[in-house]
């Protein structure tokens, strides 16, 4: 399977590395990164080793006797604990990954796809070497090999293709798997484990009448990001969960490219998080319904005791709207969920069922809650060195691109807002400048965000003029939509969220399901929404990636890069 990709490109963005835009961080170009990290660091003594490698591989999914061709990770644990690999035999998700606090681990990837690829451990901390960058994306055949010390708290996390311009279909045919990380703290609580530590992956594809997946279709799908109409759990439709009358955790993981869920329970009952993305929260936080944006994880408390046996709970992902922009709902609206061009479909925002827990054994006792599960240090203003000063992250579009920041995506390219001191701690603030002057005004904008780094007014930047003002048919459409945006390094927590201008209807819909507590790597961001977070740039210099995880927004360029130096 080839997707498409400009090699043209590539190979300029290649060279580049050595050329213009040297000169803005050269410390990172004296050598070529791939072939630096190709071998093993001698030095570096790991606890842990995988051989992991990526393929296309036939795997049955959907259960009318039809293989479908994927990409699929595999591993094979060369050293370390047994448990550290478990793979999902006739799936074509990769294998979950079990670290500890402090071990030392070493993944040797090797590329044996038809394509350039890259892995990235999203949410885990290490160095840039080890982030599974764009820049590193090899070559079929070739070898990367990752070595990190596993600093993260107990948590889950995803693993998944970063490649260069291929992010959206790699992830999408198959590369992405889930990630865990235990620490002495978590083992102390007594939480449920072995069978009663269950995943939870949700993932939307769209099938053809031959049973293979089919991608993006146009740019209406690019732009707006892929939606497919089959939601699968860890790999399957129709998922159904054998549960016993006790307590559980189920890691639950949205590897959607860009669909976002609003997980409910049909009858109403709460929903309870113990754990937030990338680590356990500090006690357990419990919503109405929790919204999930493509690349969130919620570790969830689900507690069958007392349930009769025999019945059964649907877990759903609710109505919601607002997270598109407010013409394509109508549209939606209109074709009864279908998105146009191949009819039917499942539309964001509309009401489905995702698993089903048939509750089958009644067991005596199971584990409490613990009132508290670990001490987070809280960050606040005083923390930051930036307060009044906020780093910028601009939801902006030009030529109906959305893009962070007002610039397309570059591999090796920062401006002067994105460099970054290591060990500071920062304020950030995410928002939508204003709407009216994007499209038209996109160029005088870039050429403000340019001039803002030379100390230029920082916070000014695209806010003048009235704010939620008239809005194109087309320009401004981005800043109409939900972005989840993440962050690679360290965890960030959020400081405020403050709804902007949008539909109070709407924003109803999804306004109690975010959990803003604890450490997090991606928030969802409504339209109009200003966010402010806090992230400290400790331990690691070099290049560190923002941008929006709609991964087909990611691919049109919607992505920077941190400059930690
Ligand atoms: Cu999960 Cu840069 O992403
Ligand atoms: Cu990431
Ligand atoms: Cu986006």
Same mark, same amino acid.
């Given at each position: ?15 580049? +590395? ?14 070529? $990164? ?305 998105? @146009? ?13 995702? +698993? ?102 920082? @916070?000014?930047? @695209? ?5 939620? @003002? ?65 992230? $400290? ?29």
């Amino acid at each position: 399977m080839i997707h498409s990709i400009d090699y043209g490109r590539r190979q300029f963005l290649q060279y580049s +590395a050595f050329g213009a835009a040297a000169a803005m961080i050269p410390e990172l170009l004296l050598a070529n $990164p791939k072939s630096a990290s190709s071998v093993p660091t001698p030095g570096f003594k790991p606890d842990v080793e995988i051989e992991f490698s990526a393929r296309e591989v036939l795997v049955p999914i959907l259960n009318n006797g039809a293989e479908t061709r994927v990409q699929k990770y595999f591993a094979k644990l060369l050293k370390g604990p047994e448990n550290t690999v478990q793979s999902f035999e006739d799936s074509y998700l990769g294998p979950a990954l079990s670290f500890v606090k402090g071990q030392k681990v070493r993944i040797y990837f090797y590329n044996n796809l038809y394509e350039p690829s890259i892995v990235h451990w999203h949410g885990m901390h290490v160095p840039q070497k080890s982030d599974g960058h764009p820049m590193y994306s090899i070559e079929p055949g070739e070898r990367f090999v990752y070595e990190f010390e596993v600093l993260n708290n107990a948590g889950s996390s995803f693993y998944h293709s970063h490649a260069h311009n291929l992010t959206g279909p790699q992830v999408y045919f198959g590369l992405a798997g889930l990630l865990k990380v235990t620490d002495e703290n978590e083992k102390a609580l007594g939480l449920p484990d072995g069978e009663y530590d269950r995943p939870l992956v949700i993932q939307d594809k769209q099938f053809n009448r031959n049973g293979q997946l089919q991608y993006v279709r146009g740019m209406r799908d690019r732009m707006i990001g892929f939606l497919g109409d089959t939601i699968l759990v860890n790999g399957k439709p129709n998922a159904e969960f054998s549960v016993k009358t006790r307590a559980y955790r189920f890691r639950v993981l949205n590897g959607s490219n860009s669909r976002i869920y609003k997980l409910g329970w049909d009858d109403g009952t709460p929903l309870t998080a113990i754990g937030s993305a990338v680590s356990l929260l500090e006690k357990p936080e419990t919503r109405p319904y929790i919204m999930l944006g493509p690349s969130e994880r919620y570790d969830l408390w689900l507690d069958f005791s007392g349930r009769p046996v025999g019945s059964k709970l649907v877990l759903y992902s609710l109505p919601f709207s607002g997270t598109m922009p407010p013409m394509f709902e109508r549209m939606q609206r209109m074709r009864g969920g279908g998105m @146009g061009m191949m009819g039917g479909g499942l539309a964001q925002g509309e009401k489905f069922p995702i +698993a089903i827990f048939n509750i089958t054994e009644k067991v005596g006792d199971s584990p409490e809650l613990p009132a508290r599960l670990a001490s987070l240090k809280k960050l606040s203003e005083s923390d930051v060195d930036n307060a009044d000063n906020p780093l910028p992250i601009a939801i902006t579009e030009r030529h109906m691109r959305p893009l962070v920041n007002g610039r397309p995506f570059s591999l090796d390219e920062v401006m002067e807002i994105e460099k970054v001191k290591l060990g500071s701690i920062k304020k950030i603030k995410i928002f939508h400048p204003h709407e009216a002057h994007q499209e038209q005004g996109a160029s005088e904008q870039s050429h403000d965000m340019e001039g803002m780094g030379h100390g230029g007014g920082r @916070g000014g930047m @695209g806010m003048r003029g009235d704010r939620g @003002g008239g809005m194109g048919m087309m320009g401004g459409m981005m800043m109409a939509m939900a972005h989840p945006i993440h962050l690679h390094g360290q965890q960030f927590q959020v400081l405020s969220r403050k709804e902007g201008h949008v539909d109070r209807q709407d924003y109803e819909t999804v306004r109690h399901g975010f959990i803003d507590v604890g450490w997090k790597d991606t928030v969802l961001v409504m339209p109009g929404e200003e966010i402010e977070i806090i992230k $400290p740039f400790q331990d690691f210099k070099g290049l560190f990636l923002y941008h929006c995880h709609n991964l087909e927004h990611e691919d049109l360029g919607m992505m920077r890069n941190f400059y930690v130096h």
